[in-house]
Antibody
């Protein structure tokens, strides 16, 4: 079964840091690019960051550029999001999501980040 | 960044209706456009990719069309399970940012 499981969310004060993790299973992790997508309470989806399957290209939304860092560990089939200088407006459910030319075809269940 | 604008923001319709949701990009994204369905408390689900390709397992009443800057998602005959929020997303690699539309909430009339 193809699966993405996020962890690492929680409550953090403004200005603090948090590291999200995503464990991938059921597919060849190195064949796929990956994303982080978030959704603030009662709001729409916001794309956050993207990393290619080789790690050669990394993109960020302007709202997180300079504060968030995406990375992957192919040895452990893991995706990460290091979040620094967190703001109240970063409060959201964060989804780990798989992509490869077909949009995002697999989503995790999400992990909740609360900045307060 | 490329801006994606969906219309309408809310749509009221009845079971059996044919409905169309529109998504406009601020610049061309070729056919790099996907549509998702999201229900409350759940992760989104991919419906359409590359503007008009139906994802495996998605009912054929869903269809997508368009290219460049104008796209649409059509549901040919609404079923009770289709009442949800729909999002478009551009994933043009050259844009270096894969923005979503603001969403369209499809409600029961």
């Amino acid at each position: 079964e193809v699966k993405l499981v996020e962890s690492g969310g929680g409550l953090v004060q403004p200005g603090g840091s948090l590291r999200l993790s995503c464990a991938a299973s059921g597919f060849t992790f190195t064949d796929y690019s990956m994303n982080w997508v978030r959704q603030a309470p009662g709001r729409g989806l916001e794309w956050v960051s993207y990393i290619t399957n080789t790690g050669s290209h990394i993109f960020y939304a302007d709202s997180v550029k300079g504060r968030f860092t995406i990375s992957r560990d192919d040895a452990t089939n893991s995706l990460y999001l290091q979040m620094n200088s967190l703001r109240v407006e970063d409060t959201a459910v964060f989804y780990c999501a798989r992509t490869q030319g077909r949009g995002i075809d697999v989503w995790g269940q999400g992990t909740t980040v609360t900045v307060s | 960044d490329i801006q994606m604008t969906q219309s309408p923001s809310t749509l009221s319709a009845s079971v059996g209706d044919r409905v169309t949701i529109t998504c406009r990009a601020s610049q061309s994204v070729s056919s790099w456009l996907a549509w998702y369905q999201q229900k409350p408390g759940k992760a989104p689900k991919l419906l359409i990719y590359k503007a008009s390709y139906l994802e495996s397992g998605v009912p054929s009443r869903f269809s997508g069309s368009g290219s460049g800057t104008e796209f649409s998602l059509t549901i040919s005959s609404l079923q009770p399970d289709d009442f949800a929020t729909y999002y478009c997303q551009q994933y043009d690699f050259s844009s270096r940012a894969f923005t979503f539309g603001q969403g369209t909430k499809l409600e029961i009339k």
